[in-house]
Every structure is written in structure tokens, then in C-alpha cells.
């Protein structure tokens, strides 16, 4: 596609329950990142990927958060047992100059866990 | 934890005038980018430093590296209506390729 895809844009869930947030990418981009975002404050990194393999997960906050990109391309955030601090904008982005190239946003997964 | 510190939180101006907002680090970095984002949207990348540079410019767009004093600021020229948003420094340090961050400054150009 033209540009990095996050579906949904919206979830509203409630709490304990099971969560999946989509990603696809930039064609071609080998890099993805997931951030996440809470009101006025800077992303907060959670993880990224290089191909299929999880480069750096450091960024997880517990082990409830879980993400996979099998085929190097879309990759999916799973979160279980969703707690309301959950409740944030989940951002995808996706770079073709790996390490050190711009990323390129998604325009977010609203997630709101009541 | 965010490794960039940004101020100000807030700047207000008026259309013309110019804009600075400053960032801090704490530790080495490989490169240092910003990123703006309007509200309720992605973040869209306006211009990449590395460690080895001072200075670069694109068209209003002027961002400095002093890494003996672990910061960098952008300067935003002639500001428009338009440039109101949320400006982000992020930066990845020696060892690690991840992206991490700034606080962010509100922009708000009034017309």
C-alpha cells in the first residue's frame, strides 16, 4: 500500500479481555516498531522487528504484551488480559534504511479498555 | 523510560515569527531525527542529524547538534498556521537501533 495501514483505528474492549492490533507496512520495508502513546506524551517504545525476527523487545511492558511478523511483512501486537492502563494509542512504523533511516507512521490503533 | 527532554512543553506564537524548541539527551547517540504530529495523527519525519554533523536545513527547517552538551534544537522559520502540532525529537544511542522519543512541544502558531 502507500503507506503503513493499523487496523483497527478503534477497540474498545473491556477489562480481562483478548486484544489484536494489526499492522502492514510500507512494502519492501524491512524494519517495524511498535510504540505506544499516551495523552501528551512522546511514543514510548515497545518493541521492533528486523524481517521475522524480534530485534529488540525490550520495550514490552510485561509479559501479557506479545508481538509476531511471520512473514516479515504485517506483524500483529496481542495484548491479554487487557487492564485499563492499557488505554492508549498503540503507533506502527515501518523504515526501509535500517538502522538509521525515518520511520514511517500509521496513523494508530485507539485502544480503550474499560 | 523517554531519553529526550524537550522545552518548551508549550510554545504559543504568532504566524511569521519563528519557532525554537530544544532537546536534551543523556546519553550518546548515532542520530537524532524530528518528527511532527498534528492531532490525533501519525507522526511524519521532517529531518534526520547524525552524530557527526551541526547542522542541517530543509526549506523553513533548521536543526543543530551540539553533542558535548547532548542536545539539539529546531528552528522552525517563518511560521505558518499550519506548523501548529506536537514536534518529537527521537534518537537511537550507540549499541541499540530503537527510536526512542522526546517529551514533545506544542506548537501553536495563531494567525
Known amino acids: 500500500g502507500a503507506g503503513v495501514s493499523q487496523t483497527p483505528s478503534n477497540k474498545v474492549t473491556e477489562k480481562g479481555k483478548y486484544v489484536e492490533l494489526r499492522c502492514d507496512p510500507i512494502?519492501?520495508?524491512?524494519?517495524l516498531y511498535w510504540y505506544r502513546q499516551s495523552l501528551g506524551q512522546g511514543p514510548e517504545f515497545l518493541i521492533y522487528?528486523?524481517?521475522?525476527?524480534?530485534?529488540?523487545d525490550s520495550g514490552l511492558p510485561n509479559d501479557r504484551f506479545f508481538a509476531v511478523r511471520p512473514e516479515g511483512s504485517v506483524s500483529t501486537l496481542k495484548i491479554q488480559r487487557t487492564e485499563r492502563g492499557d488505554s492508549a494509542v498503540y503507533l506502527c512504523?515501518?523504515?526501509?534504511?535500517?538502522?538509521?533511516?525515518?520511520?514511517?507512521f500509521g496513523e494508530g490503533s485507539r485502544l480503550t479498555v474499560l | 523510560s523517554q531519553q529526550g527532554e524537550e522545552d518548551p512543553q508549550a510554545l504559543s506564537i504568532q504566524e511569521g515569527e519563528n519557532a525554537t524548541m530544544n532537546c536534551s539527551y543523556k546519553?550518546?547517540?548515532?542520530?537524532l531525527q524530528w518528527y511532527r504530529q498534528n492531532s490525533g495523527r501519525g507522526l511524519v519525519h521532517l529531518i534526520l542529524?547524525?552524530?557527526?554533523?551541526r547542522e542541517k536545513h530543509s526549506g523553513r527547517l533548521r536543526v543543530t547538534l551540539d553533542t558535548s552538551k547532548k542536545s539539539s534544537s529546531l528552528l522552525i522559520t517563518a511560521s505558518r498556521a499550519a506548523d501548529t502540532a506536537s514536534y518529537f525529537c527521537?534518537?537511537?544511542?550507540?549499541?541499540?537501533?530503537?527510536?526512542?522519543f522526546g517529551t514533545g512541544t506544542r506548537l501553536k502558531v495563531l494567525a
Open positions: 512504523a515501518s523504515s526501509l534504511t535500517w538502522p538509521t533511516g525515518e520511520l514511517f
Open positions: 512494502s519492501g520495508h524491512t524494519a
Open positions: 522487528f528486523q524481517g521475522t525476527g524480534a530485534a529488540d
Open positions: 546519553t550518546s547517540i548515532n542520530n
Open positions: 542529524i547524525r552524530s557527526n554533523e
Open positions: 527521537a534518537m537511537t544511542t550507540s549499541g541499540t537501533y530503537k527510536y526512542i
